[in-house]
T-cell receptor, first 114, second 115 residues
């Protein structure tokens, strides 16, 4: 049973370009979380999604960031018109059901904006 | 809003010794969950140990144990017989309620085990 898969592991974008980060949850998991880790900091919650629904986006910046988790396929975190401050590691976690404290993390995508 | 504070940015200890990492948190919730995660250089976030606030007994997982002081809002991690593979960033985290809530993380402690 493969774990949470994130790709790419490393992504380099020039300022103004779009970044698309993908997360395939563990098999049977229908809940996905995205977290951002700035250099030398802890992880900060961004958004919580179930299939086709955004449950909590209280940690998402108001502009340029969006997330989706379609019925089929991976969850996508999209950052439009990236800026240097978007450089960070982005982690995805998945869990199997609502009544659980278990969250399994992927290895993250390190985004570098040049 | 919940906050999690880790006041030790870096620690180091000799192999085979015992080390304790500190964590304090602030919340008005009565039922919640606390976690310690390990992040080695590979960046993978690995769950080390979990504590339910309604349980008075401290959680243990092999060489890892916690000292949970609910009144003091303190949640420290003790690593016994430390090994080189324990070298990593350690994050304390808080989860409100039960049922797919988000995690609130501290800023981490970088632990180095010295051979």
């Amino acid at each position: 049973n493969a774990g949470v898969m994130q790709n790419p592991r490393h992504l380099v974008r020039r300022r103004g370009q779009e970044a698309r980060l993908r997360c395939s949850p563990m098999k049977g998991h229908s809940h996905v979380y995205w977290y951002r880790q700035l250099p030398e900091e802890g992880l900060k919650f961004m958004v919580y999604l179930q299939k086709e629904n955004i449950i909590d986006e209280s940690g998402m910046p108001k502009e340029r960031f969006s997330a989706e988790f379609p019925k089929e396929g991976p969850s996508i975190l999209r950052i439009q018109q990236v800026v240097r401050g978007d450089s960070a590691a982005y982690f995805c976690a998945s869990s199997p059901r609502r009544e659980t404290t278990e969250a399994f993390f992927g290895q993250g995508t390190r985004l570098t904006v040049v | 809003a919940q906050t999690v504070t880790q006041s030790q940015p870096e620690m180091s200890v000799q192999e085979a010794e015992t080390v304790t990492l500190s964590c304090t948190y602030d919340t008005s919730e009565n039922n919640y969950y606390l976690f310690w995660y390990k992040q080695p250089p590979s960046r993978q976030m690995i769950l080390v140990i979990r504590q339910e606030a309604y349980k008075q007994q401290n959680a243990t997982e092999n060489r890892f144990s916690v000292n949970f002081q609910k009144a003091a809002k303190s949640f420290s991690l003790k690593i016994s017989d430390s090994q080189l593979g324990d070298t990593a960033m350690y994050f304390c985290a808080f989860m409100k309620n039960f049922g797919n809530e988000k995690l609130t993380f501290g800023t981490g402690t970088r632990l180095t085990i010295i051979p």
